[in-house]
């Protein structure tokens, strides 16, 4: 088992300068586990930050193929975290083993992937315009360009993903991909993971040579702040509350260098049933739906928080069954205690609201999470209502029923930017609603048709993304291979000789990778 | 001649709702032109927002094919403008004919290049994960990417530029092409050529039958600041002073809804000259940089405002041969009274500065700018004094000797963002200092060797952009055809039928472009 020392990661060492220590608290007993974890001081923030600028310059110019096998090689290390690591995250989270089996097999799985994309080379966006010695009036210099790492990254990790999302999680898989070292810092929800797993990026970049710094954590509350203004950091990625990723942002922008945030905050992930899906399968759709809410305590970015429907009596038999199944569902413990007191308050707010009535679920009381349905007004979405647009993190959503497509249409102009919407419709009346799936695009990051947004597939293809307030930047995503963007810009060599460009650049075309040439996409070697 | 109306630009039509009225000023004599120009009211600059919001779900469902003939179209119709427009344009500007005739051409190719790139649609960035129905523990479902236009546009235009950069120049083109509407706030400097150039591209607009509203423009001083904080425009296109990008930069990050700046500010595109290059042909390159800084007037994003050597006699003899070219060159008219007033402020702060020493230049006197050099002690450099960070827009520039490698390496780690950087070296020795084309990278857009910035050529891999304060976002270009991704966001499809799916991501690939299938890029079909 690891032994955890609770210092800080800086620059391939660990420091414990501070004097403030804290505890991490079993998220089902309340109960402290053994050790303490050192708050890092503002000089070990600007160590750690310094330490990854130290790193920047040699790691961001390693062969893609180098960075791959540290890649794979911190996979290895994280599929090898046993059955102690396990416990300790469930301990930590009150997730399930199972669970956590499986977000270790993703974690390690997306490090494998963004190895994938190293090696087929299309991130580096190569460009090449070749020189025109005879063109009038002016000849045309030699330009090429390629993408390079934006610099040292600043990772703030998730509370709901311990693995996926955290310290070696999607964030700082992208950040290592594109060359940028990562200053993790640690969530306070699960100190005793992180140790562990920055263990396994430490021994996995010893294992592979990478240049010390490459990767550092810090512990600490309030810590952020030195970590996001430290000048040598050049990003921020951030998975966690609207009012935390705004924060981060604020600084950001009013740092004396502004940097981009990328941060995934607050979604309600609308679902819209479609009357004649409704009319064919509306109990199948209610077990299913209720499994979607509930799941994993309702804790998932992509949780279902808003239900829409036509008015008629097939969506009130859908609400009957939905109610009653949500009414059976057991409590579950959140993954700790903060998470409770924030649910309880935002069950609070529905409750107390007029423009809401409470539909099926068992008083919210005890040390678990009760599912909850709440029913709204449609005035509430038409009016832009804040509270029916807010995330509330748990297993609780709010059903709305429109009058007709004219106030569906109205409805859904009044949302707010999402991560997903999910459409629910027989084949036929999908093409009849294709007006509905062309505006969700201008709402959303992902559209889903028949499906329940609650899992996100690590591919090249997903967007875990979506305009404000859904993130900070719609232009990104924080889940799938396109997540390597957010942290590389172009260069651009003019009139280089070939011994002098980077090996993506070169005429021989020496790594095989598909480049634009003259405006045309090949694989070929210029002569 | 076209007769200057001196209205706003509001969904197709014209309105003049305001009471103050501006007048447009010849540029060398002061006198106004003819006609006056309606500054924008606040309900017009709502109006041209809420119209350019109106055509946003028409326009960006247009098939890329008639987006490209929309472009086509405005190229056609700005290389129709005559004589008479190009008169308009060096009256208002103080900019030759020959110049102006020249970049006519250059804002017409950019449109057409732009015009290929929708026909390529390597934009879409269509990637295509299909199902995988029997992946244990769960299946994967279909899932397809492509990348959408961000929304309506507001577009501010440079002084410097009053075609390329301005009404239908590079943020326009790219804005279009990636099918988001644009809002353009005439700049005051040419609002003539700004209404000539608007109304080619609404005769472009109407003669391809694209929605009212794809195009608008507004007249006036301080209307910006309703422009950008309109909730319906979602990204801004800005070339200007570092004052005026910050300026914007922070009014967006603090709407309600932040939005993304692209802003091209300010950037001193220090020259190195080594050691070989400046004995085998330093008296060229004194004639060649000479050139290069009095272009136009200095007034270039890439003016070379920096020149670093190594201390050496070859090193002091360049200097006296630069300063003597330089001493001989003419004075020039300014684009406007302003920018002249400015260029002296600027000069006066130099003079006045303890570590910088006047080399060559005639009086700064009268209603031209004289050319200047100034030589700065490298400590200004090593120190991060603001003085020589700051861009002094016109035919100016300052010279730095460094004692050593050591010092010259510490002198550029002093420098802060920049468009380019140039070194001049011969074969061997560019090899040699391989390491400081390495550092150049971290600090900027463009890296030239043995050329001069002064050329910005509009192509597949051009870099116009750089780390802050060269521009607000250093992962954008905004020239070249990269410049169309700073519009442009992904969205995924889950789960689609063929008949739901954009061409673009259509098993039969009906537009027949390059996409990435299962991790692999093609242009097959998919069975």
């Known amino acids: ?67 791959a096998t540290f890649l794979n090689a911190i996979a290895d290390e994280i599929d090898a975290l046993g059955d102690d690591f396990v416990a300790t995250v469930c301990r930590e989270t009150a997730l399930p083993a199972g669970r956590i089996q499986g977000e270790r097999g993703r974690t390690s799985g997306q490090m494998r992937l963004f190895a994938k994309v190293l090696r087929r080379g299309d991130f580096y966006g190569a460009r090449i315009d070749q020189v025109l010695p005879d063109r009038q009036p002016l000849p045309r210099p030699d330009l090429r360009q390629y993408r390079i790492a934006l610099g040292p990254v600043a990772v703030f990790g998730a509370s709901n993903f311990p693995l996926a999302f955290s310290t070696a999680g999607g964030d700082t898989a992208s950040a290592l991909a594109a060359g940028c070292p990562v200053v993790f810092k640690a969530h306070s929800g699960h100190m005793a993971t992180a140790e562990w797993v920055a263990d396994a990026v430490i021994r996995a970049a010893e294992r592979t040579g990478m240049p010390a710094g490459v990767f ?92 829409i429907g036509l008015g008629s009596a097939q969506f009130s038999a859908f609400l009957e069954q939905f109610g009653a199944i949500m009414h059976e569902q057991p409590a579950q413990t959140m993954l700790n205690a903060g998470a409770l007191v924030s649910y309880s308050h935002g069950l609070g707010l529905l409750h107390e609201h007029p423009g809401l009535t409470h539909l099926a679920g068992k008083p919210q009381q005890g040390v678990q999470a009760w599912p909850q349905v709440f029913k709204a007004d449609v005035s509430l979405l038409l009016n832009g209502d804040e509270l029916l647009q807010e995330e509330v993190f748990g297993p609780t959503t709010i059903v709305v029923e429109t009058r007709d497509q004219a106030q569906l249409i109205a409805a859904l102009h009044g949302l707010r930017g999402q991560l997903t919407a999910t459409v629910i419709g027989e084949p036929e009346e999908l093409l009849e609603y294709r007006w509905l799936t062309e505006l969700l695009q201008e709402k959303v990051g992902r559209i889903l048709l028949n499906g329940y947004p609650t899992g996100v597939e690590v591919c090249e293809a997903m967007v875990h993304g979506g305009p404000y307030p859904a993130t900070s930047d719609p232009r990104g995503t924080s889940v799938g291979t396109l997540a390597i963007d957010r942290f590389l810009r172009p260069v651009c060599f003019q009139n280089y000789p070939d011994a002098l460009l980077p090996e993506a650049l070169q005429n021989a075309n020496p790594l095989n990778i598909q480049r634009l040439v003259n405006g045309v996409s090949t694989r070929e070697a210029l002569g």
Chains 1, 2 share one sequence.
């Open 1 to 67: 088992m690891t032994t955890l020392l609770g210092h800080n990661y800086i620059g391939g060492g660990r420091s414990a300068n501070g004097t403030l220590q804290l505890q991490s608290l079993d998220a089902t007993t309340g109960d402290a586990l053994p050790g303490t974890f050192f708050q890092a001081t503002e000089a070990e923030v600007d160590a750690a930050a310094s330490a990854a600028a130290a790193a920047y310059p040699i790691y961001r110019n390693l062969s893609a193929e180098k960075r």
């Open 216 to 307: 550092n954590m810090i512990y600490g509350g309030g810590v952020g702040e030195w970590l996001v203004k430290h000048p040598a950091i050049q990003a921020v990625g951030f998975t966690g509350s609207l009012k935390g990723g705004n924060t981060l942002s604020q600084m950001a922008a009013t740092r004396p260098q502004p940097i981009p945030v990328f941060a995934e905050m607050s979604s309600i992930n609308p679902v819209i049933i479609l009357p004649q899906a409704l009319k064919l399968r509306g109990e199948r759709i209610a077990a299913e739906l209720s499994a979607s809410v509930t799941l994993g305590c309702g804790q998932f970015c992509t949780n279902p928080g808003l239900i």
